[in-house]
């Protein structure tokens, strides 16, 4: 597979470019060379800044040394795992000895639970929230199974905590908080910042899933209360299979990986440099960027959304349009359901989720949507738009062509199918 990166006329490079086909014959065929998508799956997955390709292709070639050799060929190898550690830490605004590469940012949110619960046995009590990603989610439903126990607190209408409930849920066998920062589906904002102080009141260690906020909106650990924080660096432009986590350095630890002392005794396993590397380019990359993540991003995916709010007549969106993530927006269109419109919409290259990436396939509402009370119907009929800086205002402009086209058609269909068979005699 060969893949060339354009340059757009503003110099911003702009999404892959296919200039010869797949050579695995089943990808081959569905995609035509030269063709573009239109990508606004952004918090499912983004494409590679190119300027990280570049910096980790040496440590896939050249530099293959074990980071832990004492020779030359190895430390070169430790250096540039050290910069890594910076460049992530800079984007935290955190000390790099508080970082802790992981293989993705699910590792990272269990790593964090399991620390907890290890930390003190007589504490095997976890609080969280009925929104987290199946990473904290299914992950709090085996700490269940395994003895301990779950408090879940729920969100209102516009997918907001009730502090003072999540307060309660706390008891002195609390062993972790554990509260996402920004919501996958919805993009709605926790108040993080408040939650940690709570757990800190209370002397329990407080987690974030903070996977789809690195990057978006600025960040500045040393000035919070936060104990641990998950991030994955596909989700800013780095490779997939890398994550980290930020671990307070007055906060103690209990490794999930154990054996070697790597990462300071943190994370057993000899590194997976090339993907390290990688992720501190993409942290660098993501803090020149995060003005524009705030502002072009933004100002992309408002246009966007209220061009289909206009052009779309009973369109919803879902969670608080306030306190939320600049890229993302999840909209309800009344009368489909969101797998046909998935199908419709991968019909003309445009891709986005129903809910979110995990889900797809499965005919169950989003269980995010659910706990925000959205009725099943709206709730089987969501999808999320997702954007990134790669994207463009003529992926806009394509994506407001493409969706009120295919909603009508969806709707005219199931119109049709609804009505009733004239009788026979
Ligand atoms: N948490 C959130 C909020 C996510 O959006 C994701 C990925 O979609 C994850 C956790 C899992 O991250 P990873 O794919 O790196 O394991």
């Keep these: 597979m060969t893949r060339s990166i354009r340059e757009t006329r503003r110099g911003r490079r702009s999404k892959p470019h296919f200039t010869t086909p797949f050579s695995l014959p089943q ?45 030359m060929f190895g430390r070169q190898v430790r250096q540039a795992i050290d910069l890594a550690r910076e460049r992530v830490a800079a984007l935290l605004g955190c000390d790099p000895g508080e970082i802790v590469f992981t293989s993705c940012g699910t590792e990272s949110n269990n790593a964090a639970v399991n620390s907890a619960l290890q930390l003190d046995p007589n504490r095997r009590h976890v609080v969280t929230t009925a929104v987290e990603h199946s990473a904290t989610r299914v992950h709090c439903e ?108 007055r906060s103690a630890f209990k490794p999930l990986l154990i054996g070697g002392s790597q990462e300071n005794s943190r994370r057993a396993g000899t590194e997976n440099v090339a993907s390290i590397v990688a992720l501190g380019k993409a942290a660098e990359c993501a803090a020149a960027a995060l003005a524009e993540e705030n502002s072009r991003v933004r100002a992309m995916r408002d246009r966007f959304e209220n061009g289909v709010l206009e052009r779309v007549p009973d369109t919803f969106v879902n969670g608080d349009r306030a306190e939320r993530l600049p890229n993302t927006s999840n909209l309800s269109f009344a009368g489909i359901e969101s797998d046909a419109a998935l199908i419709m919409f991968d019909r003309d290259r445009l891709c986005c989720s129903a809910g979110s990436a995990c889900r797809t396939g499965s005919i169950e509402a989003s269980h995010v949507l659910r706990a925000m009370n959205v009725p099943p119907e709206r ?47």
Excluded: C
Excluded at 27 to 50: C, H, K, R, V, W
Excluded at 152 to 168: K, P
């Design 27 to 71: 990808l081959g065929a569905s995609m035509i060379p030269g063709e573009e998508i239109i990508y606004l799956d952004n918090n499912a997955t983004t494409q590679l800044d190119p300027a990280v390709i570049e910096e980790m292709l040496p440590f896939l070639t050249n530099f293959y040394g074990n980071p832990s050799s004492g020779y």
């Design 379 to 425: 709730a089987r009929a969501s999808m999320r738009f997702s954007f990134g800086r790669f994207n463009t205002e003529k992926d806009v402009d394509k994506a407001l062509e493409i969706i009120p086209a295919a909603i009508s058609k969806l709707r005219a269909m199931s119109a049709a199918s609804a009505k009733p068979e004239p009788a026979t005699v």
């Design 142 to 249: 085996t700490v269940s199974k395994r003895g301990g126990s779950v408090t879940v607190v729920g969100v209102n209408a516009e997918g907001h905590l009730d502090l003072d409930e999540l307060e309660r849920a706390i008891t002195p066998q609390t062993a972790i908080v554990t509260v996402m920062w920004a919501n996958n589906e919805t993009g709605v904002l926790f108040p993080v910042e408040k939650i940690a102080e709570i757990a800190r009141r209370k002397r329990v260690w407080f987690h974030t899933d903070a996977i789809q906020t690195v990057g978006k909106i600025p960040i500045r650990l040393a000035d919070m209360t936060i104990n641990s924080l998950a991030l994955s660096a596909h989700k800013l432009h780095g490779p997939k299979g890398v994550g980290a986590l930020y671990v307070n350095k």
